[in-house]
């Protein structure tokens, strides 16, 4: 059995939103898949990040205030972190989690926060949150996503991950999250790998097959009827 381990990253600072159902759906997707997953606490953000012993690092959202304090922590490894993505290494943040990633945020008061670069993507903090129902369309795959959002900022990227058919995504202009080679962001929860386990086994699959050069073939057809009613739903929302 081929073994996978996910880094769950700083679960302590980065857990809004229920979305470490996420981490519980990774694991579940890679057994449907037949390999066995681990999930690995990377709890200190001042910590030294175990690049060579994780396949797949998983920012949940957070409060954007914690954006700064988490830049500076990792300052020292930015590099380290650019090399991992470089290298085919596979990170996905959802939610605010990706601000982290982009280039810049501009706070309410007027301050700036320094992003590590990885994303083209600028943020700005909204006013008031904004809450609905997200159906997206992926840019690389043309397959969809379907959730929900809670926007705490409006996104602007020239590479969105896709584009909406339902919600606001990014900013309300039909871009969706952004990527940068497997470095996914989503403003899709829900939580994001419980509603779309067939993207947790897509994301599952591209890491076994860059570490094993191996493919794992196994549908999820139990889960395509409850997306397929996802749909529906939000196609009378509109």
């Not at 988490?70 to 990706?98: D, F, H, N, S, W």
Request: with cysteine; hydrophobic share 40%.
């Amino acid at each position: 059995m081929h073994k996978l381990t996910i880094g769950w990253m700083y679960p302590d600072l980065l857990n809004l939103h229920g979305e470490r159902g996420s981490v519980q759906a990774l694991v579940r997707a890679a057994e449907n898949l037949g390999l066995e997953a681990q999930v690995r606490r990377v709890e200190e953000p001042e910590g030294e990040i175990p690049l060579d012993e994780l396949d797949l690092l998983l920012y949940l959202p957070g409060e954007i205030r914690t954006l700064a304090m988490l830049r500076e922590a990792l300052r020292p490894q930015e590099e380290k972190l650019k090399q991992y993505v470089e290298q085919g290494g596979t990170v996905v943040a959802i939610g605010t989690a990706g601000l982290l990633f982009g280039k810049e945020t501009l706070r309410r008061d007027g301050s700036r926060v320094e992003g590590l670069g990885l994303l083209d993507l600028t943020a700005a903090e909204r006013e008031l949150v904004w809450g609905d129902d997200l159906h997206v369309l992926l840019t690389d795959t043309k397959q969809e996503l379907v959730g929900c959002q809670i926007s705490m900022a409006d996104v602007e990227t020239p590479t969105p991950l896709g584009r909406t058919l339902y919600g606001r995504g990014n900013n309300g202009a039909g871009a969706e999250g952004a990527r940068y080679r497997n470095l996914i962001y989503t403003n899709c929860l829900g939580p994001l790998f419980v509603k779309n386990p067939w993207f947790a086994e897509a994301i599952l699959k591209d890491i076994v097959l860059h570490k094993l050069g191996v493919e794992q073939k196994r549908p999820n057809a139990l889960a395509d009827k409850s997306f397929d009613t996802t749909v529906r739903f939000i196609e009378t929302k509109k």
